[in-house]
């Protein structure tokens, strides 16, 4: 006699932990992000309700089903009537894309949308480059500049480093054959 598992995985479930998974992605690639999905016993629950209404912290999944308790006791009684868990992993799992989304959101909120401040000698330097490919000599010559650690430390490397401009020889910095030209954005 073969085991037969007492759910079905369907195609409602495998979307919903893709989706998952791909907001999981998401949220730990970013470096500002820690997860905070504090899985608790049933006891424990109250608790943290509690706290979360005191001190305004992130919900966790256990929160999100205190939340939507009535329906899942309702969950829980028509998969027990029915003898098939399919609908409570559903449920379970709109729960953690709930949490997770939520999360995602506070992420968004919390992580400044940062734009390269852009000095007056940047943007000289990158209004004489245009769409040209040139190099620090051109570059200098154009801008009627004659001291190259001044060019480098106040122009060129600003630029670089914001990703404003980039080196046609990225791996020989030093090249004489070195150029720059704007970044493709």
Do not use: W
């Not at 037969?4 to 999981?24: C, E, F, G, R, V």
């Not at 949490?99 to 401040?117: A, D, N």
């Not at 190259?148 to 401009?165: Q, V």
């Amino acid at each position: 006699m073969s085991y037969k598992p007492i759910y079905t995985i369907t195609d409602d479930i495998l979307n919903q932990i893709a989706d998952i998974s791909k907001m999981l992605g998401e949220l730990t690639a970013n470096q500002n992000f820690q997860l905070d999905l504090n899985l608790r016993r049933k006891n424990r629950i109250r608790t943290v309700q509690g706290s979360l209404a005191i001190e305004a912290n992130t919900l966790t999944i256990e929160s999100i089903v205190y939340a939507n308790q009535e329906n899942y006791y309702k969950v829980l009684q028509t998969c027990d009537n029915q003898a098939d868990c399919t609908l409570f992993i559903e449920f379970m799992l709109d729960c953690i894309y709930d949490t997770i989304q939520e999360q995602r959101e506070k992420v968004r909120q919390s992580t400044p949308q940062v734009s390269p401040h852009v000095t007056p000698q940047v943007r000289m330097l990158l209004d004489v480059l245009g769409n040209d490919v040139l190099s620090a000599a051109e570059i200098m010559e154009r801008l009627a500049l004659r001291d190259r650690n001044s060019f480098r430390k106040r122009y060129l490397e600003p630029a670089l480093e914001n990703r404003l401009i980039e080196m046609t020889i990225p791996d020989k910095p030093r090249s004489r054959n070195q150029r720059y030209r704007i970044t493709a954005n």
